[in-house]
């Protein structure tokens, strides 16, 4: 397996395939999520936002740098780092799964937890505001054409969402797959996430450039 790193707390887009480009957060550690970028012409679909707006702002430079639109962003889990960026995208509907759409409705009614879950990455909680999501209709989601958006229950975390990219054979996993890093496991079930990796091999005999990772290379098998 080899991968692309880049030094801690730089960000830095890797072209993954044709239209599909990765911003590595760091080195992966804690609180230092990755995010791909879908190019569709002129619009773009954003999966994952990062811990903190300051951080999305390398997303957001990327995606103006070529040219286009963030028209969507998805978000695969309810950790704060692949959603604590959102409020980057503020005219930009934000779709996940129902169950992450819940946790983080709860989350944000309940802010005096943040701080101290923020502390725990490095970060402070001045200024941060936790958005959720605008939608969680999965079936409708406005992804590239041939895209597919798969939902696993009870794996890394209570909801955790995969996106498929056939024609480019990319599969963009969140924190289902990670590398050179430890996985965390606190929120999820090892039972279940054991099952989605079986499934998500399933792709393994497909030739592709590259395997999107929630934290640290871009992994290519």
Known sequence: ???TTVAQDTRVPVEVADDVVAVLNGAGRLGRANSTILL?????VVIDTMLTTGMAASITAEVARRGATTR???NTHNH??????NPAFPDTEILAHPTTGRIVAL???EPRFLPGMLAHFGVDAEGFTLTGPTTTDLDHAALPDGARIRAFLGAHSPADLTVWLPDSRVLVTGDLCSHGVTPLARHGNLAGWAAALDELSGH???PRPGRRRGHRAVGRD
């Not at 569709?40 to 773009?44: F, I, L, Q, S, V």
């Not at 704060?80 to 960026?85: F, Q």
């Open 80 to 85: 704060l780092d692949h959603l604590g960026g």
């Open 204 to 206: 393994r005999h497909l």
């Open 1 to 3: 397996m080899t991968g």
């Open 107 to 109: 989350m944000a009614a």
């Open 72 to 74: 969507l962003v998805v």
């Open 40 to 44: 569709d012409g002129r619009d773009a």
